[in-house]
């Protein structure tokens, strides 16, 4: 029996124009933004759609950083998200699962959950305790499994086995960014930056964690080479007791590498170490905002 089951995410999923056109055509899906704000004004609202907005998007966060204006985000009032829910629940789903950005960098996860006890319909809300296309991917795996017969209860484990197994490591040029946005404290961003910091690091339960913190652009590259490498060829030996069958087994491919503002250079860093992305991705808008120019993030399943 095929059960009507809506998949519900937020943008700091990372979904590219082409999927989200997609998904949505598809139906039984939604992505409830998550606003990013230069100056109090809200940075959707300066462009019109098209499949270049996000792009857009991204290089006025960047700008504005240049430019030392107030960059900050903002998570989805649970209003937001009862009113996606009711919406699936009038159009006849039996159940949501809603999968967001760890509830340590964003109120996005405990609004869901405060609007999931008032929706019609049951919602499993998952905290994803990751970012980008670490989320993203497992968004649009579990989106292909809805027509599978599954219920809504074995597919959030799917998601909870996936995302437990998908890693994502980063650099970023600069401490700036993350100082504006209160990502670090004011006080070692000032010194990381005396110093030249240019943080390597990854997300591990939920928690931004920095693994190195090399002085040199160059040398920042070629450590999150040397562990987005080490992390695949551990992936690809493994013996994994996956609990559901559904689960696809990790096999240490790259997902996806992400850039801000600065693609050739992600994509020449890629080729000159040999990884070799499913996808090279923006950061979305609402990741850029605390990341800042140049900044690059790479996932591995």
Same mark, same amino acid.
């Given at each position: 029996?095929?059960?009507?089951?809506?998949?519900?995410?937020?943008?700091?999923?990372?979904?590219?124009?082409?999927?989200?056109?997609?998904?949505?055509?598809?139906?039984?899906?939604?992505?409830?933004?998550?606003?990013?704000?230069?100056?109090?004004?809200?940075?959707?609202?300066?462009?019109?759609?098209?499949?270049?907005?996000?792009?857009?998007?991204?290089?006025?966060?960047?700008?504005?950083?240049?430019?030392?204006?107030?960059?900050?985000?903002?998570?989805?009032?649970?209003? !937001?998200?009862? &009113? *996606?829910?009711? $919406?699936? =629940?009038?159009? %006849?789903?039996?159940?949501?699962?809603?999968?967001?950005? +760890?509830?340590?960098?964003?109120?996005?996860?405990?609004?869901?959950?405060?609007?999931?006890?008032?929706?019609?319909?049951?919602?499993?809300?998952?905290?994803?305790?990751?970012?980008?296309?670490?989320?993203?991917?497992?968004?649009?795996?579990?989106?292909?499994?809805?027509?599978?017969?599954?219920?809504?209860?074995?597919?959030?484990?799917?998601?909870?086995?996936?995302?437990?197994?998908?890693?994502?490591?980063?650099?970023?040029?600069?401490?700036?960014?993350?100082? !504006?946005?209160? &990502? *670090?404290?004011? $006080?070692? =961003?000032?010194? %990381?930056?005396?110093?030249?910091?240019?943080?390597?690091? +990854?997300?591990?339960?939920?928690?931004?964690?920095?693994?190195?913190?090399?002085?040199?652009?160059?040398?920042?590259?070629?450590?999150?080479?040397?562990?987005?490498?080490?992390?695949?060829?551990?992936?690809?030996?493994?013996?994994?007791?996956?609990?559901?069958?559904?689960?696809?087994?990790?096999?240490?491919?790259?997902?996806?590498?992400?850039?801000?503002?600065?693609?050739?250079?992600?994509?020449?860093?890629?080729?000159?170490?040999?990884?070799?992305?499913?996808?090279?991705?923006?950061?979305?808008?609402?990741?850029? =905002?605390?990341? %800042?120019?140049?900044?690059?993030?790479?996932?591995?399943?």
């Amino acid at each position: 029996m095929v059960r009507r089951i809506a998949i519900v995410t937020d943008s700091s999923s990372a979904l590219d124009e082409r999927t989200l056109r997609h998904l949505m055509g598809y139906g039984g899906f939604a992505m409830v933004p998550l606003d990013v704000f230069i100056d109090d004004q809200r940075v959707s609202e300066r462009f019109a759609p098209s499949d270049k907005h996000s792009v857009q998007e991204q290089e006025a966060v960047v700008l504005a950083h240049v430019l030392g204006q107030k960059v900050h985000t903002s998570a989805p009032s649970p209003e !937001r998200f009862r &009113r *996606v829910y009711e $919406a699936f =629940a009038y159009q %006849g789903y039996e159940a949501i699962i809603s999968l967001h950005l +760890s509830r340590h960098l964003s109120s996005a996860y405990s609004f869901a959950c405060t609007a999931a006890t008032h929706s019609p319909i049951p919602v499993h809300v998952i905290d994803s305790q990751t970012v980008g296309m670490a989320l993203g991917h497992v968004v649009s795996y579990l989106h292909t499994m809805v027509s599978q017969g599954f219920s809504a209860s074995e597919l959030s484990q799917v998601a909870v086995e996936m995302l437990e197994n998908t890693d994502i490591f980063f650099y970023v040029p600069t401490l700036d960014a993350l100082r !504006r946005s209160g &990502r *670090v404290h004011p $006080a070692l =961003a000032r010194v %990381g930056q005396m110093l030249q910091v240019r943080p390597v690091g +990854s997300i591990r339960e939920g928690r931004l964690m920095y693994l190195h913190r090399p002085r040199s652009l160059e040398r920042a590259q070629a450590l999150l080479a040397e562990v987005v490498c080490e992390r695949a060829a551990c992936k690809k030996v493994e013996n994994y007791q996956l609990e559901h069958v559904a689960t696809p087994v990790p096999t240490g491919s790259i997902v996806a590498v992400h850039y801000c503002a600065q693609e050739l250079e992600a994509r020449r860093w890629a080729s000159s170490y040999h990884i070799d992305p499913d996808f090279f991705v923006p950061l979305p808008t609402v990741l850029a =905002a605390h990341a %800042g120019l140049g900044a690059v993030a790479v996932v591995v399943y």
